[in-house]
């Protein structure tokens, strides 16, 4: 009888996480998440009258997810049919959109955290970073900075096209010239994660020591705003830091120098491929928080949904 070889594990655990893992979770993450942030869109341009600093930043962070589901499906149906060619521009453009949400959406989170904290200081709204202009020109800024990070992984994936014929679009984590694209990972994980989760969590403390003592001196409880601010903070951290820590480990792993095995390579890459849709989840769970972080949407919505009412019983 001739054995299986063992030391060869990428023709079974990869493929089999792509197309009953990845697939199916893609696929989920693009129909509820699609509904909740068009939900949201639609009720900021429609419902509220006055925007802020903080729903400016928030219906950004919202544009960006909408956008970003929506390239989920056709990642969904390649890789339950184990398709792996398809158009250079939508490889380019898919790519392009993902890791731009992902940079975006923490940079987005950690203003609103910071827009919090000023709100706390300066109630009357009196410092230039709550006016909604500042708000505007930020999130502009937050744009081109999140899309500086990305163009040179641009530029390797348009390289890894044109060296495989224009066909074949491979994750970031398969990229060929993984040393300059390790040095990329590591540049842009602290630029574009720790350093900005580092401010949110600052910010998050500062605002948690405030209100702690507000309700000292007060005695109001601000349980409700401390436990949303602890639990937005720990899902980032949660969701993010595995597919940033998996991805170096993955990149590192194809050093010729440490001469892994084949099948140490892929459990290694069937962890970052496990990561993944966990870190895209946000994507599906932020409008919960566009309704517990901002009264002001959830009366907007209720208004409008009052004045609904009234129109269909007249009639």
Known sequence: MIMPNTDNCSSLVSPLLEKYYLSPMYGSLAAFG???????VLGYTFCLPAWKSSNVYLFNMSVSDLFFLCTLPELSYNYAYNLKRFNASLCVLNRYILRVNIFAS?????????????LLCHPQREHVLLTFKAAVYISIANWIWASIQVSPLIAFIIQDLEKNGWTVCRDFGSLGQFRVTLTYTIVVTITGYIMPLLAWF?????????????EEMCGTSFQRPVRIMRIAAVMFLVLYTPIHVMRIVRLVSRRPEL??????KDYINAFYIVTRPIAYSHSAINPVFYFLMTDSFKEALQDKWKKVKRILMSK
């Open 106 to 118: 923490i940079i987005f989170m950690m203003w609103v955290s910071v827009d919090r904290y000023l």
């Open 34 to 40: 699609f509904i909740g942030n068009l939900f949201v």
């Open 259 to 264: 001469n892994l095995s084949q099948c140490s």
């Open 202 to 214: 600052i910010s998050t403390q500062k605002m948690i020591s405030l209100l702690t003592k507000r």
